[in-house]
Structures are given as C-alpha cells and as structure tokens.
C-alpha cells in the first residue's frame, strides 16, 4: 500500500505533521511523532544494497543501515550484487514482490544504468528509494516522486584532485604517478580520475605513467601493482587508489618488496585499514566519506518520508540530490580524525549536506 493514498486518516495524519513545527530535519520532534515513527516500523522492511560486505566502506555502509533499523525496531535485510547488475536488480525485484512494496531500500548500483531500472520498480511497487553515489545524470529522485526520495553522493573530482595533490606533495613534486581505477562505467571512478588528472595538468613535473581500472577490488589492485613494479621500477614516484581498497592492495605489492612507506600511497574511502596505514606512515593520506552516515542517514531519509514525516515531494532539490561532506586524512589529521564523534542524530536529515549535485554541462 502506498502511504500517500488519498484516505481520510492519512490526510489528516499529514496534516499534522505539516503543521509540526520544523519537523523535518528537526531534533526537536514531539512525542506523538516519535510514537508513530515507532509504531509504523513494524510494517516495513528497511534494506541496504551494495556490490559487497568484503570491501570495508560497504561493510560499514551496511553496519549504517542496520543501526538505523534497529533505533527504531524495524526488519532489516542486506542484499548483495557481487558486481553483477543483473543478480543486483533481480534481487531488489524479489524482495519487493516478498514485501508487498513495504520496502525502504537503500542502495548503491552497482552500474549507473541500474538506477534507473530500480527506480522504475519502486515506483511500480510503491516502495521507497535512495540512492547512493551511481546515477545517470538525467535520472532524478523527482521524476519518481514520491517513492524516489533521494539520491547521496560527494562530489569526486574536487577530492580526487586534492588526494592527488597530497600524493604530489608527499613525491616532492616530481616524478610518475601509476593510478588504479575503479569500474568504468561508475561516477565516482569517472570523477576522481578527472581529479587526478587535473592535480597533474597543474604539476608539469609530475606524469602519469599508466592508470589502469581495477574494479574497486583490493586483489585485482595488488596484482596490477607488481606488474607495475617489474615493468616501471623506479620510475614510480606515487601511487593513486580510487579507492582504498585498491590503495591497500598497492600497499601490500610495495610490502612484499620491502618498498612500503618508500613510495608514497593515497586512497579515498576512510577505511579502518588506511587511517592505521597511515599512522604507520605507510600511505600518505585517504579522503573519508562516513558511510555509517550514507547507510543510516540513507535508510533515515527514506522510511520518514515513507511513512509521510516528511512530505518529501515539497522538499528542495538539494534535498533530494546532495553531496556530503568529506574529511581529508593526512599523517598531519589522522590523530584528529580518530578522536572525532561518531554519534549520528537520525532526524538531522539534512545536517551534513553540502550543496545540490551539480552535472557538467554536455
């Protein structure tokens, strides 16, 4: 059942909640609210969906969701796409038919195509969607409304270049750099290449000596990595993971050759496994994102909207299509970065938002 149908109780139960003051958003939420977000729970399933729970930023992803969907006593399911789109898209179809459309579902494609075909069968179902950092530009949560509620992301190429530029500073300003790419076809793996090579345009003493995709995934990583080690030597300076996952796996190609901490490593994600690296003084700095925050926030946005506490179809754009905001992690930060609060305040919907996503122009 759709929870915007126009019966009489419901509009009524809108209407009180429009009428809440700064309700959505709000850590100030009156205990009748708090009461029907709790009793509604019950009759929903929240889901998160990722390519997989072995890559750490998606394993705390996960953890996000399921954190957010114990605070408030709800089901909660994670479904995994091993990089396949089909099995990925397969799988939302079956949970959606197993829960009448009762669904709230959090998720990042594992191709940017994909969203667009999940968005259609929340839609038909009558579930509720949010999608993480893979769209393609001309898919928004409005063309879908209500049911697609919002798309997360942060903004790749500004990171990637500062990332890069961190990796160049660390190399003394000089010298070759070998990237490891995630999938083609991603957003995020388009970005921060496009950063990459912007920190090196503005560096004429830096070059790219071969940047390779390699999926996202820490073994693929290593093994590209020793090939690049015979075939470059010493005339890598650098190395740039898209992902810290690829970084880690770089990393463990330079142990094995006793060359870690020698030659200058970054990654981007905030995993666990780079902040240590980088107290070591192993890699020289990652870019975190927080998905504790993507994962709970994500299935947060959804469900409230979902059982009409927020009526998400009269919210601004930049609530519905938004960057997050991300913290650079250097030898310098690190100490900082793992003192910091963890704690997330489920209501601030929108309370580390740091703009609309914006598309380049064709």
Known sequence: MNLFDRSAPDRRRRSLLAGSAAFAGSSLIAPWAVREVFAQAKDWTLACSMRSVANPYHATFAKGGENFAKSIGAKYEVLVTEGNSEKGIADIRALLARTNG?????????????????????????????????????????????????????????????????????????????????????????????????AIKA?????????????????????????????????????????????????????????????????????????????????AGTVAWDPNWTGGLGLSIGYHAAIGVIDIAKEPRGHREFYGSAVFVTPDTVKAYKTRSTELNYKDFWGKATGQIQYAKA
């Open 203 to 283: 560096n004429p003493n830096v070059q790219l000596l071969d940047y390779q995709a390699a999926d996202w995934n820490e073994q693929k990583a290593f093994q590209i990595t020793q090939s690049w080690l015979t075939k470059y030597g010493k005339k890598i300076g650098g190395i740039f993971g898209a992902n810290d996952g690829m970084a880690m796996g770089a990393l463990e190609a330079l142990r094995q050759e006793g060359l870690a901490g020698k030659i200058p490593v970054v990654g981007i994600d905030g995993i666990d496994a780079a902040v240590a690296a980088i107290e070591k003084g192993e890699l």
């Open 102 to 198: 009762k669904l709230v579902l959090n998720v990042d494609p594992n191709d940017s195509p994909d969203a667009r075909v999940i968005a259609q069968e929340c839609k038909k179902a009558g579930a509720y969607l949010v999608t993480q950092w893979n769209k393609p530009d001309d898919l928004h949560p409005w063309d879908f409304d209500p049911n697609y509620v919002a798309h997360m992301s942060f903004y790749g190429v500004s990171s990637g270049k500062q990332i890069a530029e961190t990796l160049i500073k660390a190399m003394g300003g000089k010298g070759g750099i070998v990237g490891l790419g995630g999938i083609l076809s991603n957003v995020p793996a388009i970005e921060r290449r496009m950063g990459l090579d912007q």
